[in-house]
């Protein structure tokens, strides 16, 4: 996937060219305040609605967050069961 950018600076000067945008890309995501980030691809979307781009990114199997790890520490730290809905 690909997008043409065109940059117009004051006076004669400007830039044409194209960019390649990756169509999955891994963000780094602290799900909670003092725990390690986890890795989570992300898929990159777009729409053009009305001549309007709109650019977004969506995430792949989300709930992969909630991993064996990070469930028994919030359990640990809550003293309660914690139920997780892991279908994505």
């Known amino acids: 996937m690909a997008l043409t950018y065109v940059e117009e600076v004051k006076g004669s000067a400007g830039a044409k060219g194209d960019i390649t945008i990756p169509e999955v890309f891994s963000l780094g995501i602290r799900p909670f305040k003092g725990m390690v980030p986890c890795e ?12 309007q781009l709109s650019m977004l990114y969506k995430l792949h199997r989300p709930g ?5 790890d990070i469930v028994e520490e919030i359990e640990e730290c809550t003293k309660a ?8």
């Open 40 to 51: 989570l691809k992300a898929r990159f979307r777009y729409r053009i609605n009305g001549g």
């Open 81 to 88: 069961p914690l139920i997780v809905n892991a279908s994505d």
């Open 64 to 68: 992969k967050i909630a991993d064996a």
